[in-house]
């Protein structure tokens, strides 16, 4: 990826030299020979406060996911109407309930997550952070965000803008999320254990998952990759309830697979995700980490004095944490949820309607907000949603380099995650760290989603 933006990043500081269909046609040629990660030209500023606050907090949110993971009690309540009518999430508790009725095989639990925010800037007033999301499960961009700056340092420099190219920050999430995972490995305690990334039948963002694994295989650490099939079919449990595939033991299984519903081809594909859940392996993550992150919980989390049944004693981690939030509304039947329907179908453009879904552009806005709510409003199955604030950042103009899109400036906005690693070993935290950031930035016409479906391109914070 480097090395070719590297080679677009001499061309475009060349431009003066070449004539708008010259330089057309060199980027189409090169678009025909190879694939890139997509990419801003430029780094977005980014005020220098709120960066900082995203990653003071992050501690305090992986805190937050592992606490929510052991309380059973609370995922219950939490989850209640959700599980009811959304068969996907039905079908994970299950799993969960399962797990805690045979009790867990594991007290070593893995959790690698990605916070999500974006800027609000209402008028006259500083902007403030928000979180959009916690992604728990197959949080992605950590290896090739690790590879970002260097690419838009060169690309300042060849366009005479040293300064800014030395106020790129060092970024290396890979490194953090493998360190984290290797700790997870040591733990388990056999040498001859192999670490297994759980992965797609169609990788589109294999790189990305290869930063990782790369860093894992410096530590001398043995990495398999395998689908949900491989493991249904070469997988067993011994008495010990020891994973093994292919003969194989598995110290740690790391999802980057299993977080919609499409992932699931088969019954095959949930037998072998159960199978691995009663095993001895570390999961990344465990059902109970995965459940944590759903966006039920997430509203459930903004409800006065819930943070404080996971902060007792500590009113600034809660203060810290909630100053993140931005309103998230429950569609639970009820007069709360009545209030809620009728908030949304007054003003649909004040907010986003959020399904139980991870991947990106899933999410629902304006009209649409009220064609959906008007199906369900007087059923239950409203309950598989929730309301948020639509969070309003100022655009930044820059130009999006994406394979076979014209070179144009566009009015971008941009959402910062924020990467979280921890290692538990029953009560003790054996290390809780924010290893690393991600800048993504798309254009202002698109309401929602990611570099993987295709809207969102990879990019770099300018602190001011």
């Not at 493991?231 to 595939?245: E, N």
């Not at 429950?330 to 009728?342: C, H, W, Y």
């Given at each position: 990826m480097l090395g070719i933006c590297s080679a677009l990043g001499h061309r475009i500081s060349e431009r003066s030299l070449l004539s708008p269909s010259v330089f057309s046609h060199i980027l189409h040629l090169v678009f025909q020979v190879v694939s890139f990660a997509p990419f801003t030209l430029f780094p977005t500023p980014v005020p220098k406060a709120v960066f900082s606050q995203a990653l003071a907090v992050q501690t305090h949110y992986n805190t937050l996911v592992d606490k929510i993971s052991q309380d059973a009690d609370f995922l219950q309540e939490a989850l209640a109407s959700t599980i009811t009518?959304?068969?996907?999430?039905?079908?994970?508790?299950?799993?969960?309930?399962?797990?805690?009725?045979?009790?867990?095989?594991?007290?070593?639990?893995?959790?690698?997550?990605?916070?999500?925010?974006?800027?609000?800037?209402?008028?006259n007033d500083t902007p403030s952070l928000k979180q959009i999301e916690i992604?728990?499960?197959?949080?992605?961009?950590?290896?090739?965000?690790?590879?970002?700056?260097?690419?838009?340092?060169?690309?300042?420099?060849?366009?005479?803008?040293?300064?800014?190219?030395?106020?790129?920050?060092?970024?290396?999430?890979?490194?953090?999320?493998?360190?984290?995972?290797?700790?997870?490995?040591?733990?388990?305690?056999?040498?001859?254990?192999?670490?297994?990334?759980?992965?797609?039948?169609?990788?589109?963002?294999?790189?990305?998952?290869?930063?990782?694994?790369?860093?894992?295989?410096?530590?001398?650490?043995?990495?398999?990759?395998?689908?949900?099939?491989?493991?249904?079919?070469?997988?067993?449990?011994?008495?010990?309830?020891?994973?093994?595939?292919?003969?194989?033991?598995?110290?740690?299984?790391?999802?980057?697979?299993?977080?919609?519903?499409?992932?699931?081809?088969?019954?095959?594909?949930?037998?072998?995700?159960?199978?691995?859940?009663?095993?001895?392996?570390?999961?990344?993550?465990?059902?109970?980490?995965?459940?944590?992150?759903?966006?039920?919980?997430?509203?459930?989390?903004?409800?006065?004095?819930?943070?404080e049944r996971f902060f007792p004693d500590q009113p600034q981690a809660v203060q810290q944490i909630r100053a993140t939030f931005a309103g998230l509304?429950?569609?639970?039947?009820?007069?709360?949820?009545?209030?809620?329907?009728?908030?949304?179908?007054?003003?649909?453009?004040?907010?986003?309607?959020?399904?139980?879904?991870?991947?990106?552009?899933?999410?629902?806005?304006?009209?649409?907000i009220c064609q959906v709510l008007e199906q369900v409003k007087e059923s239950t199955e409203r309950t598989a949603y929730i309301l948020m604030d639509k969070i309003h950042p100022t655009p930044v103009r820059n130009y999006l380099m994406r394979q076979g899109s014209p070179l144009k400036i566009s009015n971008c906005l941009s959402e910062l995650g924020v990467f979280g690693a921890y290692v538990r070993q029953g009560k003790d935290m054996v290390t809780n760290e924010c290893v690393g950031h991600l800048l993504r930035t798309k254009s202002s016409e698109h309401s929602d989603g990611g570099v993987a479906a295709g809207v969102a391109v990879l990019d770099n914070p300018l602190l001011f």
């Open positions: 009518v959304d068969d996907f999430t039905a079908r994970l508790f299950k799993i969960h309930q399962q797990i805690l009725k045979e009790g867990r095989s594991q007290s070593i639990v893995l959790g690698l997550n990605r916070s999500d925010y974006m800027l609000d800037q209402r008028e992604n728990t499960i197959a949080a992605s961009f950590g290896g090739l965000s690790s590879r970002t700056p260097d690419v838009h340092r060169h690309i300042l420099k060849m366009a005479g803008r040293l300064e800014e190219s030395e106020r790129i920050l060092d970024n290396n999430p890979a490194a953090g999320l493998a360190r984290a995972i290797a700790k997870a490995w040591e733990l388990y305690g056999s040498e001859k254990a192999v670490v297994v990334f759980l992965v797609e039948d169609v990788q589109r963002n294999i790189f990305d998952q290869r930063y990782v694994e790369y860093e894992l295989w410096k530590r001398n650490i043995h990495v398999i990759r395998l689908r949900f099939e491989d493991v249904f079919k070469a997988g067993s449990l011994d008495q010990d309830k020891r994973l093994f595939v292919d003969g194989k033991e598995v110290g740690v299984v790391y999802f980057r697979n299993g977080y919609m519903p499409d992932n699931y081809t088969s019954e095959q594909s949930w037998d072998a995700r159960l199978l691995m859940e009663r095993s001895r392996a570390v999961k990344c993550p465990d059902i109970s980490t995965h459940l944590a992150g759903t966006k039920k919980v997430q509203q459930v989390l903004a409800r006065p004095g819930v943070l509304y429950t569609l639970d039947l009820g007069p709360e949820g009545d209030k809620t329907v009728s908030m949304a179908l007054a003003a649909p453009e004040r907010f986003v309607l959020k399904p139980q879904r991870e991947g990106g552009g899933n999410n629902i806005y304006g009209s649409e």
